[in-house]
């Protein structure tokens, strides 16, 4: 009986694994070539902005009253707005988090609008609720206050763009926090302050650290609101934004130096909420 030889021919790649290879491989390509171009995309003009800035003299460029006032009046209201969203907003976070909340739907979408809506609607918002014919604005005027165009107007503008960004990462952190551990403090003997003062609020203190900063970046580069509700004065309500928009035409070197600081604060910001949420600092309380 003859026997017919079998020669196994190699494989030159055709097969189904050598086509499930060829996939992976382009696949993996493509992925790598668009986050190439979103990567080049994202960071290009920011290093851009910077090199310019270098170039046109940045030193000298900071030591212009205009961007000097602008720098100190930004700073300033972020500083007093990120105070105020703190010891506002915290109870709200808490409440949202641990309590019985009616319509909670209703709420955290009302909460959460600011974050989605165009900024000057939040402007225009704000001057028809307190400005002089605003549903506000004559009660206020009885009482000799005045808000629109004023610095204080710049602090509410940024406390009402950026606030659910502390509200919702404080709230993330109260819920993180095992009740187990808050009532092993209260069988203990703490009451309900010293159980959140000493067990809750540590806890969660990466997580209000990071709402913190998320919010004090996020009011920092506030522009719509503003301008509609503070206006642009310089000395009294020009922030950063406004600063950069008013001099792109009349003096670049002075708009790229103030930008270039913009971009330094914010990846500041950033950089230090990375190593947070990533665990590499410690929170001193824990």
Do not use: C
């Not at 109260?174 to 809750?200: C, K, M, P, Q, Y």
């Amino acid at each position: 009986m003859e026997q017919t030889a079998i020669v196994e021919q190699p494989s030159l790649g055709f097969g189904r694994r050598g086509i499930k290879v060829n996939r992976l491989a382009i696949g993996k390509t493509l992925v790598i070539i668009a986050s190439g171009l979103m990567l080049l995309y994202l960071t290009i003009p920011l290093i851009v902005v910077m090199v310019r800035a270098i170039d046109a003299g940045l030193a000298e460029q900071l030591s212009q009253p205009t961007v000097t006032q602008a720098i100190k009046l930004s700073l300033a209201t972020t500083m007093v707005s990120v105070l105020l969203m703190t010891i506002l907003g915290t109870p709200l976070a808490y409440w949202l988090a641990r309590g019985h909340v009616p319509a909670r739907p209703v709420i955290e979408t009302l909460l959460d609008l600011p974050i989605v809506l165009p900024p000057a609607v939040a402007g225009i918002a704000l001057l028809m609720t307190f400005g002089r014919r605003g549903v506000f604005g004559p009660i206020l005027e009885q009482w000799g206050i005045t808000l629109p165009f004023t610095t204080i107007a710049v602090v509410m503008a940024q406390v009402f763009v950026a606030a659910p960004f502390f509200i919702r990462s404080a709230q993330t952190g109260f819920v993180g926090v095992s009740r187990e551990i808050e009532e092993g403090a209260n069988d203990l003997g703490a009451d309900a302050w010293r159980v959140f003062r000493h067990v809750t609020f540590p806890l969660a203190g990466p997580a209000l650290l990071s709402g913190v900063i998320l919010s004090g970046a996020r009011a920092l580069g506030e522009f719509g609101a503003t301008i509609l509700f503070a206006g642009n004065f310089i000395g009294r309500t020009q922030t950063m934004p406004l600063a950069i928009y008013q001099t792109m035409e009349s003096d670049l070197g002075a708009a790229l130096a103030v930008a270039a600081v913009l971009v330094l604060i914010s990846f500041g910001f950033l950089f230090i909420l990375r190593l947070i949420t990533r665990g590499r600092i410690a929170h001193p309380l824990l």
